[in-house]
Every structure is written in C-alpha cells, then in structure tokens.
C-alpha cells in the first residue's frame, strides 16, 4: 500500500467490493435462470466468486490491501498493518461498493435496482457456520502474510470456494457482502445471521501472535 492515499486505498476497496458483489450477485441470477438444479447453481456460484478473489485481490492488493471486508479492516487494524484512524472509512467504502454491485448486477439483468430477500434463514447451525468461515478466512489471510504473501490471492479465492460447500450459510464471511445480498432476491439465504455472525466478538484469528 505504500506510495497511495487514502482517497486511492478508499477507491480501490469500494471498486473491489463492487466487482466482487456483482460477480455473486450476478452469477447467482444467471444460474438461476439456466438452472432448477439447486447443487449446480451452487456450482455456478461458487467458481466466479473464487476466480473474481483471485483477480482482484491480485491486481488491486498493492494499492489498498483489498480487504473488501469490514472483517479483514478490522484484523489488519488489530494486528497494526491499517492504521485504526482508516479502518472506518474502509469499512464505508466496502459497503456503498457491496451496494454498487448489487445495483449493478441488478441492472445488467434487467431487474430493478435493488430488492428486498423474502427468503429468512437462522439458527444456531448457520450463526456457527458464518463464525467459522470468518475465523477460517482471518487465519488464512494472516498465514498468508506471515508465510507466503505472493500466494495469497489463490489462498482466499480457494477457500471461499471450498467454504461456499462446506458451510450452512454458503460462507458469507463478510459483513459488506453479507448487507449486500440482502438487497437482492436471487439467494435462497438470509443475511441477518450472517452480519452479526461476521461481526468482531467472532474474530478469534485476530489474537494469533503473527505481526
């Protein structure tokens, strides 16, 4: 991130957030078109999203860190690699980018704008599901740091991927793309569980020694 403003770092993590919310968004509403099969439009879902991390966290990384997520802000910030006084004002830029992206691929499908999920998803096992998907992708992301920063675009694009299949809540993981599919009606999946279950009390990885 060296060499780049603030204002640079705030657009480039709301551009991020953006693509990365209209590649979910959109991939949901294309496979749900093409398909009735539940299992492969999960499918349908889940390799854009990987890919799309892979893309952006590799191109836009050197100049914002690309989080893309209020959880990852706030880790980098606990761990001192964000200054705390920026940590806000990432958190801003991923959400208006999540709702950019929804609105975005809302448009390019020719649907409205935004649209409320009717679907309402909760309960222990999915709040334990996002909790975990957050741990699990925090310790990835700092592993990576710590041992091997140039793999850590395909570390976080195969592990969501891997979390879309082995999670309740298909791996949310992430409050701004959490808030984001809620003004969409094209998953199956609420989002209130995911918010709160992605929310700080839920960030363990955050006490790992790795500096």
């Known amino acids: 991130m060296a ?3 603030l204002p640079r770092r705030l ?3 709301a551009l991020g957030t953006s693509l990365l919310v209209a590649t979910v968004v959109g991939s949901g509403i294309m496979a749900r078109s093409l398909t009735p099969d539940r299992a ?10 990987g890919a799309i991390l892979v893309v952006l966290i590799t191109i836009l990384g050197p100049v914002s860190g690309a989080h893309f997520n209020p959880a990852v802000s706030m880790a980098m910030a606990l761990s001192r690699r964000l200054p705390a006084s920026d940590c806000a004002w990432y958190a801003l830029a991923q959400f208006s980018g999540g709702v950019a ?3 975005g691929a809302h448009l390019m499908f020719g649907l409205a704008p935004l649209a409320l999920s009717t679907h309402d998803r909760t309960g222990p ?28 675009p395909w570390l976080v694009g195969l592990y969501i991927t891997a979390a879309y299949w082995f999670t ?5 993981a992430n409050p701004a793309v959490a808030a984001a599919r809620s003004l969409t009606d ?5 989002v209130r569980q995911a918010c709160r279950a992605s929310s ?3 960030w363990p990885a955050r006490a790992l020694p790795w500096r």
């Open 40 to 49: 492969l439009a999960l499918l349908c879902n889940t390799l854009p999203t």
């Open 101 to 103: 992206g929804t609105v």
């Open 125 to 152: 096992a999915l709040w334990l599901s996002e909790g975990i998907a957050t741990f699990g992708l925090l310790a990835v992301i700092l592993a990576g740091l710590r041992f091997e920063r140039s793999a850590i």
């Open 186 to 190: 094209s998953f199956p999946e609420s």
């Open 11 to 13: 657009a480039a993590e």
């Open 168 to 172: 309740a809540s298909t791996s949310f």
């Open 200 to 202: 700080p009390p839920n």
């Open 3 to 5: 060499g780049f403003d």
